[in-house]
């Protein structure tokens, strides 16, 4: 076995989560990237996840470990955990030898994660598991997937091709939910994608570091970014947004270009967010769990981040005076944060231009980029439909009539394959 690069075992030593969880199936130490499935009661989806891998080129599934994460809490249904034991079953049974399969078993006595704990610490599980099992003479990747999402056969040959040539430690993969059977679900899956590809967009158009969409089955990491980032965080949900916002801060994140997932467009009320709940709240309550930002607020957000840029040394009256002149509201959002601390320390650290827009970058990340948007967007917009269309204007782009249409522009921009 080739020796450990001493950042990963003080990474191994210092923040990984590994016992009492071992890795069981088939696999060797000398991977070039390394796939992480959280499963929850997923005996029926499982199988088609992993099918839609084997059909990836078999140079590419040869050289990466598949990683399934079968875990419940401790206090979970019986219904959960026994649908868990069955899913175990069927890993030791599995009959694709063209994966390099192992998981990991979190669901049995004295095995279960704890109360409160779920998917987060599931991938972080994973994750640290896996990092032992890469080639650190090359430059292995992780790569993270759920076990109801399926994958196209260019996705791995995407990723290696990606991070063969990219800068950044992190990626976003492009994605497309799956077609629902019944219509008020496809409906309401449609419009939850057309409010993430939106969001994107519209940061995008302000410059924003953080232009990018976070779907926990669609990212990707080198293994060296996984532990500059501190690991994979243990949050219940969200999970993956923090994990990219820290990716965005230490090494950056890039966009794979040629390989597709499909996440299921399924409704779930697992998480207090994200696509399950948003489908959920939609289809059964008639509500729409997230408000679609306007183009002003985006136009706030870009002039603030241009005057960063260019201000970067004036002092703290001073920038709160330009940025009441772009907007009352930006001032009193930045009073609300201490931009004035801030922003001194900001300049008593960091003398050049880089390092301090790097680090107010740091600062001023996707989360507050994201309270500053929902601060300045009315409270009473117009229609998601002219929303949409006057970011469409703003960006240069043709105005459409429907929100398929809509869609459609905006997968093609992101790079998803139609």
């Given at each position: 076995m080739?020796a450990l690069?001493s950042?990963?075992?003080?990474y191994l030593?210092?923040?990984a989560v590994?016992?009492p ?6 696999f ?6 390394c796939?992480v ?5 997923e005996?029926?989806t499982?199988p088609?996840?992993?099918n839609?891998l084997?059909?990836?080129?078999l140079?590419?599934?040869s ?12 206090d979970?249904a019986?219904s959960?955990?026994?649908d ?6 069927q890993l030791?049974?599995?009959?694709d030898?063209s ?7 979190a669901c ?8 409160k704990?779920g ?7 994973g994750?640290?598991l ?9 430059k292995p ?7 109801d ?7 791995l040959?995407s990723?290696?091709a ?5 800068d950044c ?13 019944d219509?008020?679900?496809e409906?309401?899956i449609?419009?939850?994608e057309?409010?993430l590809?939106?969001y994107?967009y519209?940061l995008?158009l302000?410059g924003?570091?953080y232009?990018?969409?976070s ?5 990707a990491?080198?293994?060296d970014?996984y ?5 994979m ?8 947004f ?5 990716l ?5 994140i890039g966009?794979?270009?040629?390989g597709?997932v499909?996440p299921s ?9 994200g696509t ?11 509500i ?7 183009q002003?607020?985006?136009?706030v957000?870009k002039?603030?981040?241009?005057l ?7 002092n703290?009256?001073?920038i709160?005076?330009l ?7 930006l001032r009193?959002?930045l ?9 001194s320390?900001?300049q008593?650290?960091?003398?050049e231009?880089y390092?301090?827009i790097k680090?107010f ?6 989360l507050r ?10 409270a ?8 949409v ?17 809509l869609?459609?522009?905006l997968?093609?921009?992101q790079?998803?394959?139609?």
């Open positions: 080739t690069p950042t990963l075992l003080s030593h210092k923040r590994t016992e969880w071992t890795l069981e199936g088939r060797r130490d000398n991977y070039d990237a796939i499935i959280p499963a929850l009661d005996f029926e499982l088609k996840t992993l839609s084997s059909k990836n080129s140079e590419f599934l050289r990466t470990l598949v990683i399934v994460v079968v875990n419940h809490r401790v979970s019986y959960l955990q026994h868990n034991k069955k899913t175990l079953q030791k049974d599995y009959p030898n994966l390099q399969l192992a998981w990991v078993d049995s006595h004295r095995l279960e994660l704890p109360v704990q998917v987060g610490l599931a991938r972080k599980i994750f640290d896996g990092l032992s099992q890469l080639d650190w003479q090359a990747f992780l790569i993270s997937l759920d076990a999402t399926l994958v196209d056969a260019n996705y040959a990723l290696f990606h991070f063969t040539a990219s430690g992190g990626a976003v993969i492009p994605f497309r939910h799956s077609p629902a059977d219509p008020a679900q409906q309401a449609r419009h939850y057309l409010y590809r939106s994107a519209g995008k302000a924003s570091p232009a990018y969409t779907i926990g089955s669609a990212f990491c080198t293994a970014a532990l500059q980032a501190g690991g965080n243990r949050r219940l949900a969200g999970e993956d923090y994990f990219l916002q820290q965005a801060k230490t090494t950056g966009e794979v270009q040629g597709m499909f467009p399924r409704i779930s009320t697992r998480v207090p967010f399950g709940r948003a489908v959920c709240s939609q289809t059964e309550e008639g729409a769990p997230f408000t679609f930002c306007t002003p607020a985006f136009f957000l002039e603030w981040l241009s960063v840029n260019t201000y970067w040394q004036v703290t009256d001073e709160l005076i940025a009441e002149n772009i907007d009352p509201q009193t959002f009073k609300r944060l201490n931009l004035a601390d801030v922003w320390q900001l008593n650290n960091h003398r231009h390092q301090f680090n970058h740091c600062w001023f990340d996707g980029s994201r309270q500053l948007l929902m601060t300045l967007t009315r009473e917009p117009d229609s998601e439909l002219a929303i269309n006057e970011l469409f204007r703003w960006g240069g782009i043709d105005l459409q009539q429907t929100e398929d249409e869609l459609m522009s997968e093609k921009i790079g998803v394959l139609v």
